[in-house]
Structures are given as structure tokens and as C-alpha cells.
């Protein structure tokens, strides 16, 4: 999530406007697969559609993910500094246009995910599909 701050006019002109690609999972699976690592290469992430994950499942993970990143720094912590996995922040922008970048990397593994989701979410079992 990255936190928007107020940019100077002189700034926004210079920024162009940039369409995210869509990929449709639903398609032939070389054809997908050749689409993401073009979306990757050239965008560094993408939106997908067809995925089979039920709308109120997603509605219900970034929920967690705001009400996560809306707690004090210090509760944020608790989950563990990035090595790779956990809570990270940085702060961006040398030319004026500053911010603050806040991530949390999460692990797969089953073990971890019952560790997690008690630290990253007021409700687990919201947090867990």
C-alpha cells in the first residue's frame, strides 16, 4: 500500500497516465503465462479476471489489509521485520515528490499462516481462505 501525499502542479504534468494490464486467467495457459511475464517485465504488477476467487473473499482480505495498515507502527511490527517475510517500511521520493511505502510479505506455508494471521488481523479467522 502506498500512502498518497500532496504533489506539486509542476510534478503532476510530467506524470503520464498508465493502464495497468488485465490478464484473463481464463484463457490458454501458454498464452497467460507469456502475458504475465510481459506485465511483469514492463508494468511490475497487473490486475487478473477469472480467477475463480469469490468476490466476497477478496472484499474480505482487503479489509484486513487496510485495517492492518491503519494500526500504530508498533502493533504493525509485531509481525516481524522483512527477512523476506513480515512488515516493512521506507520512506520514497528524492526529487520532491515524498511518500511512504508500507509492505507486508506473507508466507504460503500453512504453519505460517496460523502464526500470522494472529498478528496481522483483530479477527484470524477473517484473515484466513
Known amino acids: 500500500m502506498v500512502v498518497a501525499t500532496q504533489m506539486s502542479p509542476i ?10 494490464p488485465t490478464i484473463d486467467l481464463s484463457g490458454k ?4 503465462s507469456k ?8 508494468y511490475g504488477f497487473f490486475n487478473v479476471i477469472n480467477h475463480g476467487v469469490p468476490h466476497h473473499i477478496i ?17 504493525k511490527q509485531r509481525v516481524g521485520l522483512t527477512k523476506p517475510f513480515g512488515y516493512g517500511n521506507k520512506n520514497i521520493g528524492l526529487s520532491g515528490d515524498t ?3 508500507e509492505y507486508l510479505l506473507l508466507q ?8 500470522t494471521s494472529k498478528l496481522v488481523s483483530n479477527s484470524p479467522s477473517k484473515f484466513r481462505y
Open 35 to 42: 502475458l504475465i511475464v510481459e506485465a511483469c517485465e514492463e
Open 108 to 115: 504460503t506455508n500453512q504453519n505460517a499462516i496460523d502464526h
Open 99 to 101: 511518500g511512504e511505502l
Open 29 to 32: 495457459e501458454s498464452q497467460v
Open 59 to 75: 472484499q474480505t482480505m482487503e479489509d484486513e489489509s487496510f485495517d492492518f495498515f491503519r494500526k500504530p507502527l508498533s502493533e
Open 11 to 20: 510534478r503532476v504534468e510530467k506524470i503520464r497516465e498508465i493502464k495497468i
